[in-house]
């Protein structure tokens, strides 16, 4: 990591614009060692999943060669890796870590450098070999844009895309926009190709990624194993702490599975933040804190989890899922059960008369919120 020298304006106690000018070169320093930092994490997480997918291909390799042989190996190691390692290794992401390897071959002179089985260096770890090596070479773009690359099956499109990002230096928002507005195939078709590229290549004022976001980019805090709670506020925390503990205490039906769930639904995280069991009506119970005032697409979004948890998280003999939208804003709480996914009256009857009543869960969340607003003071 380097950083460039730059000559400091005359010290002067009593200059309001040297000091300005100070912070505006700290700032620049601050969010150069951020976005340093962030390559330099990105580079090596890319490296390690290369790796990781060379090395469950070969080991697969030398096992049976049944196709289902190949997917329980991963859903093994997804198990015992996150046991050991926590988040990063879910089975997805040993998924794309193995389509990874597949789709980006880079040679035996690369891959050789770290064979399987090998100890590292004396004096030198493994990440640090895979700084160093060619695997790290082979692939400059952020883990984010491979992620995202995958996805394009069309080999050509593929390596368009990834080219054009490398000369663009495009963010991971502008590539996949290019690839969502079929960038590749607009300019297959286009008679001035030049002219086209030229175009894509200048990025929008939404592709911006800030320096933080990059530190704190969902992938990157998942492979490090780190708590993503950065865009939570401390309202929203002790809001949660708190309705937490209440539905727990109703009776003992709602059983606690886990906060700030994550998930990935195509190329986009999203987070639950409570999610419970209820016992008697032996579905799951998706809870959404909104600070704010409730809109359409909190609706939305919350039949989106829904059809997730439906597909994902349902174990059989289970009822659909139920979603709870709790809207705090200053002086006007509000509660909202999402029932319309279900599959009949009788059931949605039965889950109205189990739950608690949307009045009582909003006069709970502003007895909540105005002890929180006295403690503050």
């Known amino acids: 990591m380097t950083f460039e020298l730059t000559p400091m304006p005359p010290a002067s106690p009593h200059s309001d614009s040297h000091y300005k000018g100070l912070v505006t070169d700290l700032s620049r320093l601050v969010e150069s060692a951020r976005r340093t930092s962030a390559r330099t994490v990105n580079a090596v997480m890319t490296a390690t999943y290369w790796e990781v997918g060379r090395r469950?291909?070969?080991f697969e390799q030398g096992g049976k060669k049944r196709a289902s042989y190949g997917e329980e190996?991963?859903?093994?190691l997804?198990?015992?890796?996150?046991?050991?390692?926590?988040?990063?290794?879910s089975l997805s992401n040993l998924k794309s870590?193995?389509?990874?390897?597949?789709?980006?071959?880079i040679g035996q002179t690369a891959s050789g450098q770290l064979p399987l089985g090998d100890e590292p260096k004396i004096g030198q770890t493994v990440s640090g070999q895979l700084a160093t090596t060619p695997v790290?070479?082979?692939?400059?773009?952020?883990?984010?844009?491979?992620?995202?690359?995958?996805t394009v099956k069309n080999e050509s499109a593929r390596r368009f895309y990834e080219a054009e990002a490398l000369r663009g230096g495009w963010s991971v928002r502008q590539l996949d926009r290019q690839i969502a507005t079929i960038f590749y195939e607009r300019t297959a078709l286009s008679r001035d190709k030049t002219a086209m590229l030229t175009k894509?290549?200048?990025?929008?004022?939404?592709?911006?990624v800030e320096a933080d976001e990059e530190v704190k980019d969902p992938l990157v805090l998942e492979f490090l194993n780190l708590k993503d709670e950065y865009s939570e506020s401390e309202l929203e925390e002790a809001l949660l702490s708190h309705l937490e503990k209440f539905l727990l205490e109703l009776g003992g039906n709602f059983a606690f599975v886990g906060r700030q769930r994550r998930l990935r639904i195509g190329e986009e995280w999203y987070r639950v933040d409570l999610l419970f069991f209820h016992r008697r009506l032996r579905c799951l119970i998706i809870v959404d804190l909104k600070v704010g005032k409730l809109t359409h697409a909190d609706a939305g979004q919350m039949h989106m989890y829904l059809n997730y948890a439906r597909e994902h998280w349902m174990h059989e003999g289970e009822n659909p899922p139920v979603g709870l939208i709790l809207c705090s804003k200053p002086?006007?709480?509000?509660?909202?059960?999402?029932?319309?996914?279900l599959p009949n009256k009788v059931l949605a009857r039965e889950y109205r008369l189990a739950l608690p009543e949307e009045k009582d869960l909003a006069a709970e969340i502003e007895k909540i919120r105005h002890r929180l607003d006295r403690k503050s003071r």
């Open 73 to 76: 190996l991963v859903a093994r």
């Open 331 to 341: 002086d006007d709480a509000l509660a909202k059960y999402a029932l319309e996914g």
């Open 78 to 89: 997804a198990e015992d890796l996150t046991a050991r390692f926590g988040r990063g290794f």
């Open 56 to 58: 469950i291909f070969e």
């Open 200 to 208: 894509g290549a200048k990025a929008r004022p939404e592709d911006r």
């Open 136 to 150: 790290r070479c082979a692939f400059p773009l952020p883990w984010s844009h491979y992620v995202r690359l995958m």
């Open 97 to 105: 870590a193995r389509t990874f390897y597949l789709l980006w071959p």
